[in-house]
């Protein structure tokens, strides 16, 4: 604003024809007077410096509106090959194993999806498609499925997609892939409350109680509540508020994990899809935040991957490619942690869970990181493409499957290790083969 052809064209069509009425107000003359040039010079002077102090102030607004459309952007810098390792204690306050109930009605094969509330931890395993309620000391409650509802010839692979749960209620919305259109609502007590129609979303989960964020297969283009995007926020009922993010199109999808993550009370949802390096983290109002990584350059997708110039030539590029980052995934935040995991092609690196401190912005690799005395060096991990499956706003859910724990258990027996009466218990009466057990981490504070 220091230019002086912008403010002498300010003056002129602006402050020049409003002196008359200021000069009026503070200095009242006669009309047949001759108002001094010299309070002429000094009310425009005095309204230059106005108007410039309004512009400047108009700026910082445009600035501050930009900002809560677009969210708070967040750049973090990490390279998955110099990640560090550490011990259980070096990062966690404790590593708490919960057995869950065996009985005819219970037992399933492994956790495809856990969804943790006050109450109850909700497990989807697609090998017996059922969803499992347990109760957070391990017993079991109930089982959800779909079968009387639904025929389901294959029910591994075409029954149950998906499932949420309002956390206000304890209710469950699930999806099938024999009827992508609708969306089943059931009580916790397996009772179905309602059937809802959609558009076959992609993806759905939690922001809050009253919202939803629901990834659209297309672009949402509804002129008259102007809705723009494919990726939506909605209300308890899942009626469309607010459009975002336009679709990115291509000739080669690939996916891996979940892209849509959720942490329990947490009142945010984060959205990740391949092809693309940021995270963005919803709120009831729409994006209010988007995480940028940056990785080497030997291990990022080129600028112009989505451009025609690669049109037909992805799925061959990431084939000779295989240390290429294609995607980021099951991604939470709890206190100063960013836990999530980084996707490629390498059969040895297929999934890489890192966890990366936010203050100190050092990052972890979630592989490296051992079993010490503080959790009587039992594992925490299933296996490498084992993700973490939940979170809340003070700790992070795993599983390990029975095996795991009974052969760690027999192969330190000669360590005096201190196991809690629910862990002894667990070994006196469980076997290799009864079900996994979840396991909940509590990060440090500092």
Same mark, same amino acid.
């Given at each position: 604003?220091?230019?002086?052809?912008?403010?002498?064209?300010?003056?002129? +069509?602006?402050?020049?024809?409003?002196?008359?009425?200021?000069?009026?107000?503070?200095?009242?003359? %006669?009309?047949?007077?001759?108002?001094?040039?010299?309070?002429?010079?000094?009310?425009?002077? /005095?309204?230059?410096?106005?108007?410039?102090?309004?512009?400047?102030?108009?700026?910082?607004?445009?600035?501050?509106? /930009?900002?809560?459309?677009?969210?708070?952007?967040?750049?973090?810098?990490?390279d998955p090959e110099n990640a560090?390792?550490?011990?259980?204690?070096?990062?966690?306050?404790?590593?708490?194993?919960?057995?869950?109930?065996?009985?005819?009605?219970?037992?399933?094969?492994?956790? #495809?999806?856990?969804?943790?509330?006050?109450?109850?931890?909700?497990?989807?395993?697609?090998?017996?498609d059922a969803i499992y309620l347990?109760?957070?000391?391990?017993?079991?409650?109930?089982?959800?499925?779909?079968?009387?509802?639904?025929?389901?010839?294959?029910?591994?692979?075409?029954?149950?997609?998906?499932?949420?749960?309002?956390?206000?209620?304890?209710?469950?919305?699930?999806?099938?892939?024999? %009827?992508?259109?609708?969306?089943?609502?059931?009580?916790?007590?397996?009772?179905?409350?309602?059937?809802?129609?959609?558009?076959?979303?992609?993806?759905?989960?939690?922001?809050? #109680?009253?919202?939803?964020?629901?990834?659209?297969?297309? #672009?949402?283009?509804?002129?008259?509540?102007?809705?723009?995007?494919?990726?939506?926020?909605?209300?308890?009922?899942?009626?469309?508020?607010?459009?975002?993010?336009?679709?990115?199109?291509?000739?080669?999808?690939?996916?891996?994990?979940?892209?849509?993550?959720?942490?329990?009370?947490? %009142?945010?949802?984060?959205?990740?899809?391949?092809?693309?390096?940021?995270?963005?983290?919803?709120?009831?109002?729409?994006?209010?935040?988007?995480?940028?990584?940056?990785?080497?350059?030997?291990?990022?997708?080129?600028?112009?991957?989505?451009?025609?110039?690669?049109?037909?030539?992805?799925?061959?590029?990431?084939?000779?490619?295989?240390?290429?980052?294609?995607?980021?995934?099951?991604?939470?935040?709890?206190?100063?942690?960013?836990?999530?995991?980084?996707?490629?092609?390498?059969?040895?690196?297929?999934?890489?869970?890192?966890?990366?401190?936010?203050?100190?912005?050092?990052?972890?690799?979630?592989?490296?990181?051992?079993?010490?005395?503080?959790?009587?060096?039992?594992?925490?991990?299933?296996?490498?493409?084992?993700?973490?499956?939940?979170?809340?706003?003070?700790?992070?859910?795993?599983?390990?499957?029975?095996?795991?724990?009974?052969?760690? +258990?027999?192969?330190?027996?000669?360590?005096?290790?201190?196991?809690?009466?629910?862990?002894?218990?667990?070994?006196?009466?469980?076997?290799?083969?009864?079900?996994?057990? /979840?396991?909940?981490?509590?990060?440090?504070?500092?």
């Amino acid at each position: 604003m220091n230019n002086p052809s912008i403010c002498n064209a300010l003056c002129f +069509f602006i402050i020049r024809p409003r002196v008359a009425k200021v000069l009026d107000l503070f200095f009242p003359q %006669k009309e047949d007077s001759n108002r001094s040039l010299d309070y002429l010079i000094i009310a425009e002077s /005095i309204l230059k410096r106005k108007v410039m102090i309004r512009v400047f102030y108009m700026l910082i607004l445009y600035v501050i509106v /930009i900002n809560m459309a677009v969210g708070q952007v967040n750049t973090i810098r990490i390279d998955p090959e110099n990640a560090k390792g550490a011990g259980v204690s070096q990062l966690f306050d404790s590593v708490e194993y919960i057995p869950l109930e065996n009985s005819p009605e219970s037992e399933f094969g492994r956790v #495809d999806k856990l969804f943790v509330t006050s109450d109850f931890f909700y497990i989807l395993d697609h090998s017996t498609d059922a969803i499992y309620l347990f109760k957070k000391n391990g017993q079991f409650f109930n089982k959800v499925e779909l079968v009387h509802w639904i025929k389901t010839p294959n029910r591994q692979e075409l029954g149950i997609r998906d499932f949420m749960v309002n956390e206000l209620t304890g209710n469950l919305i699930v999806s099938h892939w024999q %009827k992508q259109g609708n969306l089943y609502f059931f009580s916790p007590k397996g009772v179905l409350l309602k059937v809802l129609k959609h558009n076959s979303w992609l993806s759905y989960g939690n922001i809050d #109680d009253s919202h939803y964020l629901v990834e659209s297969m297309d #672009d949402i283009k509804d002129t008259i509540n102007n809705i723009f995007g494919s990726c939506i926020v909605t209300d308890s009922s899942f009626t469309l508020k607010k459009g975002f993010l336009k679709e990115l199109h291509s000739d080669f999808n690939i996916t891996a994990g979940s892209n849509l993550m959720h942490a329990s009370n947490s %009142k945010s949802a984060i959205y990740t899809r391949s092809f693309d390096y940021n995270a963005y983290v919803f709120g009831a109002e729409g994006l209010k935040e988007t995480i940028k990584f940056i990785f080497p350059y030997s291990y990022s997708l080129p600028s112009d991957f989505l451009d025609s110039v690669y049109s037909h030539k992805r799925a061959d590029y990431l084939s000779q490619n295989r240390n290429v980052i294609y995607s980021i995934s099951d991604i939470y935040r709890v206190q100063n942690l960013l836990l999530f995991d980084v996707n490629r092609r390498n059969p040895s690196r297929l999934h890489v869970p890192l966890l990366y401190d936010l203050r100190t912005k050092v990052c972890y690799d979630l592989g490296k990181i051992s079993p010490d005395s503080s959790n009587n060096f039992l594992p925490f991990l299933g296996d490498q493409t084992i993700r973490v499956l939940a979170a809340d706003t003070s700790s992070f859910y795993l599983s390990v499957p029975s095996y795991k724990l009974f052969k760690s +258990f027999n192969d330190n027996k000669k360590r005096s290790n201190n196991y809690s009466q629910r862990m002894l218990k667990y070994f006196a009466s469980q076997t290799s083969r009864s079900n996994p057990v /979840i396991v909940r981490i509590i990060p440090k504070r500092n």
